[in-house]
C-alpha cells in the first residue's frame, strides 16, 4: 500500500512541476478590455474612470466610517512618475513649501498644494497603462489643482460619504458652523466662525487636560484632529490605544490614536517606504502614532461629523439640471447642474456615429479658491458651449452628453441629445 501511494505521489508531482513549468513559460497578455489593478487598491478601465464610493444598500455609521477612511488612503497611495524632472513651488500667507520630482521616480500620494478636492482633478491627468502623470503644462495655477494639503485630502475622504461638511479647506475652519462636532465632552463658543479667533491650545486650556485626554480615548476611525498651532489635520484610522499607570491614571507617553496624513514642509518632505524591492517616496503617511502627551503639547482637538457622530444618516448622491430636456446647446448654455455633495467634475462629451466619445470641455473644482467646494454650477462658465458655434463638433449627427462626477464618485449623465 505504501508503494502504490509513493507511486501516486511522484505521477501527481511530475503533473504539477509539468504545469509549473509551462505556465512560466506561456506568455501572458491581457486582452485590451481587461481591467487593470492599480497600487492603490481599486480597479480602473481607462482614463475616465474614477472610484465610486457610494454604498447600493444603506450603510452602517461604521462603514461610513471605513469608507471615508478608504477614500482618504487613495489619495495618499495612488502610484504614479513624471518623465521628467518637476520643480514645484508653493507659496502663500503661511509658507512656502519647494518640492522636487525626479524622473522615473515611483511616487505615492498626490503633489502638495492647498487648493484641489483630492483625488478625481489629478486622475484626468493620469496615463493607467503607464502609470505617469501627464502634466499638461508647467504653470502654478495647474499645479494647485493636482493636488491636496493636509485638509483638501482629509475633506476629500470625508466627502465621499458624508454632505454635511462645508466651507473652506483649511485646518482653521473645522468649526461647528462648517458641519463638525467635537469628540468628547470639551466645548467652545459655537458662535466661532474659525479656530484661528480663539486658537486651539486655548481651548484646551479652558476645558484642561483631563476632559481632552477623555476626548482622544474616543475617537474612532475616520474623526480627525486639528490644530493652529503648527496648522494641521489628519483622520484617524483606527481605535486608540489608551494605557494607564500603576495608580490607575492613563499613561500620556504610551496612549496614542493612529491617523493618516496628507504633509507638506520645507523641501519635499517625502516619506520613504520599501515595498516589493522598490523604494517609493510617500507624500503623507498613510500611518502615523500620535501619543496623547503629543496631542496636546501641539493643540489638537478631536472633531466628527454629523453622520459620523449618528445626528444626521447618510444620504444617497443625487445630481440634477435646472432645465429639463435639454436638447440644444444653447439650452445647456443657460442651465446649471447642482448635486447635494461637493461637484468634482464636470464633462462635456461629444460622441460620433461610430461611438467615439471626445471629452471637449471640462471643469474640475477647487475648494481654497472658491472658499469652498461649490455644490452648483452654471454650465455658461464652460468656455467649450460658448465656442461651441462653427467647431468641428458643431456637426450633424454628434451626440452631446454632459457628465457631472460628484465627490462620492457616481457619474451623472444629465443631459444627451442629438445635434441637427
Not at 484641489?116 to 499645479?143: A, H, N, V
Not at 466661532?192 to 481632552?212: R, Y
Not at 435646472?322 to 462629451?349: E, F, G, H, M, W
Request: charged residues 20%; glycine residues 8%; hydrophobic residues 35%.
Amino acid at each position: 500500500m505504501s508503494k502504490r501511494m509513493l507511486i501516486l505521489f511522484l505521477c501527481a508531482w511530475v503533473v504539477f512541476c509539468t504545469a509549473c513549468a509551462t505556465e512560466s513559460v506561456t506568455p501572458q497578455t491581457l486582452p485590451p478590455e481587461a481591467t487593470y489593478q492599480d497600487p492603490s487598491g481599486y480597479v480602473v478601465n481607462g482614463v475616465m474612470e474614477y472610484p465610486d464610493y457610494s454604498f447600493s444598500n444603506p450603510p452602517s455609521t461604521m462603514e461610513l466610517r471605513l469608507r471615508a477612511v478608504a477614500a482618504f488612503k487613495d489619495v495618499l497611495s495612488v502610484r504614479w512618475s513624471v518623465p521628467g524632472d518637476l520643480i514645484y513651488n508653493k507659496t502663500g500667507s503661511l509658507s512656502e513649501k519647494t518640492f522636487h520630482y525626479d524622473a522615473d521616480t515611483t511616487y505615492a500620494g498626490l503633489f502638495y498644494s492647498s487648493a484641489s478636492t483630492g483625488l478625481f482633478q489629478f486622475l484626468e491627468y493620469y496615463d493607467y497603462e503607464t502609470g505617469r502623470i501627464c502634466y499638461p503644462g508647467d504653470t502654478e495655477e495647474l499645479k494647485e489643482t493636482l493636488g491636496a494639503s493636509c485638509a483638501d485630502a482629509m475633506l476629500w475622504g470625508l466627502t465621499t460619504v458624508c454632505n454635511s461638511v462645508t466651507g473652506p479647506y483649511y485646518p482653521a475652519c473645522m468649526v461647528y458652523k462648517n458641519g463638525y462636532l467635537p469628540v468628547g465632552n470639551y466645548t467652545y463658543d459655537y458662535d466661532i466662525e474659525s479656530f484661528n479667533f480663539l486658537p486651539t491650545p486655548q481651548i484646551i486650556k479652558n476645558n484642561g487636560n483631563a476632559v481632552m485626554v477623555d476626548a482622544y480615548g474616543k475617537v474612532k476611525p475616520g474623526d480627525m484632529i486639528t490644530s493652529t498651532t503648527v496648522n494641521h489635520a489628519a483622520m484617524v484610522i483606527s481605535y486608540p490605544v489608551v494605557k494607564y499607570k500603576g495608580d490607575g491614571s492613563i499613561d500620556l507617553q504610551k496612549s496614542y490614536i493612529t491617523v493618516q496624513d496628507q504633509r507638506g514642509g520645507v523641501g519635499a518632505e517625502f516619506f520613504e517606504r520599501t515595498e516589493g524591492g522598490e523604494t517609493i517616496r510617500y507624500s503623507g503617511c498613510v500611518s502615523v502614532d500620535y501619543t496623547f502627551s503629543n496631542l496636546l503639547k501641539k493643540g489638537f482637538l478631536p472633531v466628527t461629523t454629523a453622520e459620523f457622530a449618528g445626528k444626521k444618516p447618510y444620504e444617497p448622491c443625487t445630481v440634477s439640471i435646472d432645465k429639463k430636456n435639454c436638447k440644444t446647446i444653447d439650452q445647456l448654455r443657460s442651465a446649471s447642474v447642482s448635486s447635494n455633495y461637493p461637484l468634482a467634475v464636470v464633462n462635456l462629451i461629444a460622441a460620433d456615429q461610430f461611438g467615439n466619445q471626445t471629452v471637449i470641455g471640462r471643469q474640475l473644482f477647487n475648494g481654497a479658491n472658491r472658499g469652498g467646494v461649490p455644490r452648483e454650477f452654471a454650465l455658461s462658465e464652460l468656455e467649450c458651449l460658448t465656442n461651441f458655434a462653427g467647431s468641428q463638433y458643431d456637426t450633424p449627427g454628434y451626440i452631446i452628453k454632459l457628465e457631472v462626477v460628484p465627490s462620492t464618485g457616481q457619474r451623472f449623465i444629465v443631459a444627451e441629445f442629438s445635434l441637427e
